[in-house]
């Protein structure tokens, strides 16, 4: 794990950060605890309005 992936695990306990990411990208927060907790899978334009919440690009690559 690296040391973006622990800070957005530490971030997502925190209620007001899931708020914050909800506004910024446009994701209700409900959608974005089931995400987390993994009882739903995102679509494309949902991973990528989440990316965009972090000031991150979605980048899917075949290896």
């Known amino acids: 794990m690296d040391d973006f ?3 957005l695990d530490e971030s997502l306990q925190d209620p007001e950060f899931k708020k914050e ?3 910024l990208s446009g994701v209700r927060q ?3 605890s089931r995400i987390e907790r ?3 899978i ?3 334009p949902t991973l ?3 990316a965009r919440g972090l ?3 979605l980048k899917i690559e075949f290896v």
């Open 48 to 50: 990528e309005a989440i």
């Open 30 to 32: 409900s959608n974005i």
């Open 42 to 44: 995102p679509n494309i």
């Open 21 to 23: 990411l909800s506004e």
């Open 38 to 40: 993994g009882m739903c």
């Open 5 to 7: 992936e622990k800070l």
């Open 55 to 57: 000031g991150k690009k």
